[in-house]
């Protein structure tokens, strides 16, 4: 049985671990994983499916609630073999895992959002995001792990 103190791990080990667990996630439903050596696009590693369609995955980690993103130089919403990979950490559970098409940004709401920051006195990147509250959570139902990774076994 893992640890599940999350505490215990600081945020560049909580990212890592949501990586490696992301992979083993998919590797159990006997699709192939790929990791990329260099991490400067963005992609952490790719998936074939069962159809030999290639798609890249992009993981991202929250401990609790929160907000989460990827810049937009590294996140193309019209990249229909891209996906987010998002890992919810919760004290004494297992993560929460959620995968989730990058075109979900296309339409954004309350929970996936599209942040340019091109006011006056804004220096942050553009970027797509994630809201996450205990009120909003349910909106990420229908991207549960479980459910979605059924596109790719098909």
């Keep these: ?13 909580i990212g890592r671990y ?15 994983v790929y990791t990329s050596e260099v991490d400067d696009r963005g992609i952490d590693f790719i ?9 890249e995955i992009q993981v991202k980690s929250l401990r609790g609630t929160g907000y989460v993103f990827a810049q937009k130089s590294k996140f193309d919403i019209t990249n229909r073999n891209l996906y987010l990979a998002l890992l919810r950490f919760e004290a004494g559970k297992l993560p929460d895992m959620f995968l989730i098409p990058a075109q979900v940004w296309e339409v954004p709401n309350e929970v996936f ?8 006195g ?3 990147a553009p970027e797509y995001g994630i809201n996450i509250s205990k009120r909003n959570y349910s909106i990420l139902d229908n991207f549960k ?3 979605t990774v059924e596109c790719f076994l098909k």
């Design 47 to 55: 998936v074939r499916d069962k159809n030999g369609r290639f798609c």
């Design 113 to 120: 959002v599209d942040r340019n920051y091109d006011k006056p």
């Design 18 to 32: 949501a990586e490696y667990f992301s992979k083993m996630e998919f590797a159990s439903y006997g699709l192939e």
């Design 145 to 147: 792990f479980e459910k």
């Design 122 to 124: 804004q220096k942050s």
């Design 1 to 13: 049985m893992p640890n599940m103190d999350w505490t215990k791990l600081n945020n560049l080990q």
